[in-house]
């Protein structure tokens, strides 16, 4: 556990393990949730498939490719336990394939063409 304020500032880094140096390490999706064991009744997205859903979210500058290091405010449900849990999840790519996850960044669904 890691004990914070409201409203406090999170640093986060994440790193990754490996002898390949030509990986890159990518944010996808960060939910929290009231609850250790469930991330889908009662969610707040702080990133989802690239794309920052709260505007304390901030990315900072890494001096390797693998390893990513973000910021956001910290908050609490209303209602609910004074403890929120964080689920991320990282894509690691290939370096330099931009046609990776990694390179695409936000992803937002294209609507559906109504057929006639």
Do not use: W
């Amino acid at each position: 556990p890691y004990y914070v304020d409201i409203n406090q500032n999170l640093f986060l880094e994440a790193y990754l393990h490996s002898s390949d140096s030509n990986l890159v390490l990518f944010v996808d999706t960060c939910v929290a949730s009231p609850t250790p064991h469930n991330f889908t009744t009662v969610t707040y997205d702080i990133i989802r498939k690239g794309c920052v859903r709260d505007s304390t979210y901030a990315t900072y500058y890494s001096p390797y490719r693998h390893m990513v290091r973000f910021k956001f405010n910290a908050f609490q449900f209303i209602r609910h336990s004074p403890v929120v849990y964080l689920q991320c999840e990282l894509v690691v790519c290939r370096a330099y394939d931009y046609s990776s996850r990694c390179y695409q960044g936000c992803i937002t669904r294209s609507k559906r063409e109504a057929s006639s």
